[in-house]
């Protein structure tokens, strides 16, 4: 098993589709001869021609054309440099991309993925930073996919190409040059859904995914080391959801459950969380959501910072939560 980074095993995992799937094609702004705005594209334009390519500055020619292109028999990955930009091209998405199996009564598919990455980084600022999954989870019949580890990073992706729907897979960037591990690049490729339990305890249920999930899990540490132990559950797929798993984590934890995102709380997929569980009868009292402040972000790191949870904040708040 090779040891990759985050950004790695993206691009292990988009090479593999490329050898593997003659109707794959990938293209965006700068992905093919720059290799990427941050690299994770490197030498795919050199290895695999004119399947991978670049293109002009329009999100809403990329998407377009993936629809067509994804109608008519190819698979294209598509990149949307920033999360942010997504917008621009809501149109290809929601009301063409999400309808084509729909109102074909199943006879045609789309099978695209569109890679984007979201969050904060120092000096990102309010037009680089957002957290979009719960504006596109909103739309039913497009699979929604937040990877957290290189292992996952290739798996999903993998997953997500051979799915027959639309994927979008939203990475964090703060990950592309994170630490290293060994990730099985020939395994079976899986399909769409299912969580990671990342540590157990009867204390609560924590639910999270993307990037924080490094920090509930260092949150987790320390309040184990308080003589605390919570469950983490972290769920890279939101559409489709594993309401089971969910359910099996809480009755385990008491009903008692906390949601953290790096999303603004207002209208974040975290209040969607608590409500399906309180709709199955699985919670036992209050939940609670720890998400970023209803704020657009500013570009200086330190007053972002005060808004995106960070380690100690996730630990002060589920410390008390569990002790209440």
Known sequence: ???????????????????????????????????????VTRRLWKDFGDRVFDTPISESAILGSAVGAAMMGRRPIVEIMWA????????????????VRYISQGRLTAPLVVRTQ???????CAQHSQNIEALITHIPGLRVAIPSTPQDAFDLMMSAVHCDDPVVV?????????????????????????TRLRRTGPAA????????????????????????????????????????????ALAGTGGRLA???????????GGEVITRALEAGALSGRALRIGTADSRIPAAGALAAA??????RIYTELAHFTAA
């Open 84 to 99: 942010d930009f997504f917008f621009v091209a809501f149109d290809q998405m929601i009301n063409q991309a999400a309808n």
């Open 205 to 248: 249920t924590v639910v999270t995914w993307g990037a924080i999930t490094h920090r509930v899990i260092e949150a987790a540490d320390r309040l184990a080391r308080d003589g605390i132990e919570v469950t983490v559950l972290e769920t890279p797929w939101l559409n489709p959801f594993d309401h089971d798993a969910l359910h099996h």
């Open 118 to 124: 979201q969050g904060n980084s120092p000096g990102a």
């Open 170 to 194: 939203i990475d964090n960037r703060t990950l592309y040059s994170g630490d290293k591990q060994q990730v099985v690049t020939d395994g079976p490729v899986a399909s769409i859904g299912g």
């Open 259 to 269: 949601v953290v995102h790096e999303a603004n709380t207002t209208g974040g997929f």
């Open 307 to 312: 808004l995106i949870p960070g380690t100690d």
């Open 1 to 39: 098993m090779p040891e990759l980074s985050y950004a790695a095993a993206v691009n292990a995992a988009l090479r593999r589709c490329l050898h593997e799937i003659p109707e794959t094609l990938l293209y965006g702004e700068d992905v093919a001869k720059p290799g990427g705005v941050h690299g």
